[in-house]
């Protein structure tokens, strides 16, 4: 996404105090050639005259969300493009239909299934961005599971800064998108199960479940991965996706004990903790009191402004990459230096350093003796060269006294730069664990540092502190609270440092939001994905429906001509998605609306020649089913692919069946909190906006309710691009 065509802009406010209603303009030079994003340029007026219509004023913005397709036509102009910025808002993200179409075909199947409990199974930001309600493309597709996991491998192995958590957590949202499809498009295999799975609205809380297995699996967490879908994951919550995710994470859990006692030969023995183990802490040896409280707020506040730091210097060396460094030769020639770095830095510091401790038994699995003497290991060495799970766990229970101050100072400042450079490479990476050993690595310093000023007393425990120092990094980058809190206590098997844990996290979450918001949502925001909050910002309460929704809106009627379906859908200048369907009439009364149908459904009503006049004649084999639609998900076939003969464009189609007769709409004079709050809850894709005679008169679709933001001067209106 290193370039953007010219910025769209957008305005509901009216500029004109005599108009009647608002204009949304788009900003463009006089006798600029580029058709307008709604197709109300030049090459929408080639358009015949048919029954359809547009209704509403005209708009820098289509009725729905676009996804343009990279293989369009060439001689289409475009735009002069801009640098990308983080003021944009991308046109080429479709949304997901998490309604479903409650057509008539819809209920003769609810009448008929006899429902009984299903459950079943990062790209952290891409799969937000999904359970959001997001198109993100190719984000559960097998070929992306295939090169994550295989990537993954690769980068630990290196000895890059990275981890596999989110890799993980990406691998099992992929795993439980193709279990709920029962097929494999990749594949070009179809198992004929799990058909009633197949459309948005379930294969979202299958990823939600696939997600929170991959926490339960990596961290041995199945309550923290549940609480990790519902804390970072998961848009929409039921008690029912909370009991089927909950059993997804077990199931995760038993699944990965179980080959785990295969491995260690004991096949019996289910006991086995998750992929990773932070070590039991003797809480009896490492009490806390209520003197150390104010101690664990200031490591809270310390983690918040590093992990404010570590996010702001990603976030300008993201904009960097996504400017200069978006070919993939460049993304190849960056990863091998970072690597190149990385080994660099590590043997220099090794050598460099002369902390050298006595070996202590087992206490260090992998002692690495690097230009130590005999019966002797390099610190150093051990942190930089062990796995950092493996670096973690030691920091954590290596008695004192095992690292030089200054061996951890180093190491810190280190491998936070590195551990920045690294995340949002071309590979594949996770956060979790390189910000656990950063902050453990500083919490240790930290509690040497307590023990020296306080005498080494015996509650100044570096294990302990390096504890809470990797919880305030990890909070402080990702901004995690509950889950994070859960995860520790999961992970350590011990819950008497829970609440000094909450304390610590909930600390530098609230210090870091002072700064900037945590890693994940800034990197949605400079994908440009239209990603709704959980709540509209709190000063649009003065703008309304009829000032952020699109116009114009192309309608259908009941009975519509199959030509003029044909040419609204081959329409490239307006890639509508949703259509509004109003009774027929005689042009002497005003249209009302009747329902809504989508793109899909009409593509595959044309390839099955749903006619009016083939079943009058018999030619109609069967009566269309759900399954027809469902076969089709979530590939339809482009509307260039279907022939349609020019006799059959004189033919007509009943659309009665096919559409939504109940869609969502809101009025004119409701307010943006309003048409927010239900489009968000109900995880809409189209919101109709109706006047008072129940005429459509605009339609509200994602991007008109995210381009409006909370920014440092107020309530920001963001541009659109097509990028």
């Not at 799969?127 to 990537?151: A, D, E, M, Q, Y």
């Not at 070009?188 to 926490?215: L, M, N």
């Not at 949605?524 to 990603?531: C, D, E």
């Not at 909190?673 to 239900?678: G, H, I, T």
Request: with cysteine; proline share 5%.
């Amino acid at each position: 996404m290193a370039n953007v065509s010219k910025k769209v802009s957008w305005s509901g406010r009216d500029r004109d105090d005599e108009e009647a209603a608002p204009l949304l303009r788009r900003t463009a030079r006089p006798g600029d050639g580029a058709p307008l994003l709604n197709g109300a340029g030049p090459a929408a007026r080639q358009l015949p005259h048919s029954a359809s219509f547009h209704v509403g004023q005209m708009s820098g913005m289509e009725v729905d969300e676009e996804l343009l397709d990279p293989e369009m036509d060439p001689s289409r102009p475009f735009s002069k493009e801009i640098p990308h910025n983080e003021k944009l808002l991308s046109l080429k993200y479709e949304s997901l239909d998490y309604d479903n179409s409650e057509n008539q075909l819809f209920l003769e199947e609810e009448r008929r299934i006899n429902h009984m409990p299903v459950a079943a199974g990062s790209g952290i930001p891409q799969i937000k961005c999904f359970l959001n309600g997001v198109k993100i493309p190719h984000v559960v597709r097998l070929k992306t599971l295939v090169i994550k996991v295989s990537g993954v491998i690769l980068s630990v192995v290196g000895g890059l800064a990275v981890g596999k958590e989110g890799p993980m957590i990406h691998s099992g949202s992929v795993i439980a998108a193709g279990i709920s499809q029962g097929r494999s498009t990749s594949l070009k295999r179809d198992f004929k199960i799990f058909e009633y799975f197949r459309r948005d609205t379930e294969k979202r809380d299958f990823v939600s479940a696939g997600a929170a297995a991959g926490v339960s699996a990596a961290f041995g967490a199945p309550v923290g991965g549940v609480l990790f879908s519902l804390e970072e994951g998961a848009s929409f919550w039921n008690q029912f996706l909370t009991w089927r995710i909950f059993f997804a994470s077990m199931i995760s859990t038993f699944t990965l004990n179980f080959v785990l006692s295969i491995y260690h030969g004991n096949v019996w023995d289910l006991s086995s903790p998750g992929l990773i183990n932070f070590g039991r802490f003797d809480s009896e040896k490492m009490a806390y009191t209520i003197h150390e409280i104010p101690v664990f707020i200031a490591m809270g506040v310390v983690g918040g402004i590093l992990g404010a730091v570590f996010n702001a210097l990603n976030y300008w060396l993201t904009m960097f990459r996504i400017r200069y460094i978006h070919r993939p030769c460049l993304q190849v020639i960056e990863a091998i230096l970072v690597a190149a770095v990385t080994a660099t830095v590590a043997f220099v510091l090794i050598y460099s350093s002369r902390d050298c401790q006595p070996l202590q038994g087992n206490s260090m699995s992998y002692p690495l003796q690097l230009f130590c003497a005999d019966g002797e290991y390099n610190s150093m060495a051990a942190a930089f060269f062990n796995t950092p799970e493996k670096s973690v766990v030691s920091l954590f229970h290596d008695p004192p006294g095992s690292y030089n101050p200054m061996t951890l100072g180093l190491f810190t400042l280190v491998y936070f730069f590195l551990a920045c450079w690294t995340y949002g490479l071309t590979v594949s990476a996770g956060v979790f664990i390189p910000s656990l050993l950063i902050g453990a690595a500083w919490g240790r310093l930290f509690g040497i540092s307590l023990s020296y000023l306080t005498g080494a007393a015996i509650w100044a425990d570096p294990g302990k502190y390096a504890l809470m120092g990797a919880a305030a990094q990890l909070g402080g980058i990702v901004r995690m609270t509950l889950s994070l809190t859960v995860i520790m206590m999961e992970a350590t098997s011990n819950v008497t440092y829970g609440f000094p844990i909450m304390l610590v996290l909930m600390t530098a979450k609230i210090v870091g939001d002072v700064f900037i918001e945590g890693l994940y949502d800034m990197h949605i925001q400079l994908q440009s994905v239209p990603f709704l909050h959980w709540e509209a910002p709190v000063t649009s309460h003065s703008l309304t429906a009829r000032e952020v929704m699109s116009t114009p809106v192309t309608c259908l009627r009941r009975r519509e001509k199959v030509g003029v379906i044909v040419d609204v859908l081959s329409n490239t200048t307006s890639n509508h998605n949703g259509f509004p369907v109003v009774e027929d009439s005689d042009h002497t009364q005003p249209a009302r609306l009747q329902g809504l149908i989508l793109r899909s459904q009409l593509i595959v009503l044309l390839k099955h020649k749903v006619f009016v006049e083939r079943s009058n004649m018999g030619l109609v084999q069967r009566r269309l089913r759900l399954k027809d639609f469902r076969d089709a998900y979530p590939r339809f076939p482009p509307i260039q692919s279907i022939h349609v003969s020019q006799d059959e464009r004189e033919c007509t189609m009943d659309l009665s069946e096919f559409m939504n007769p109940s869609p969502y709409t809101v009025p004119q004079e409701a307010s943006l909190p309003r048409v927010f709050k239900l489009f968000r809850a109900l995880g809409l894709r189209h919101l109709v906006v109706v006047d008072n005679c129940n005429q459509v008169v605009g339609l509200v679709t994602r991007k008109d309710l995210a381009r409006y933001r909370l920014g440092k001067g107020g309530l920001e209106e963001l541009s659109l691009a097509q990028t």
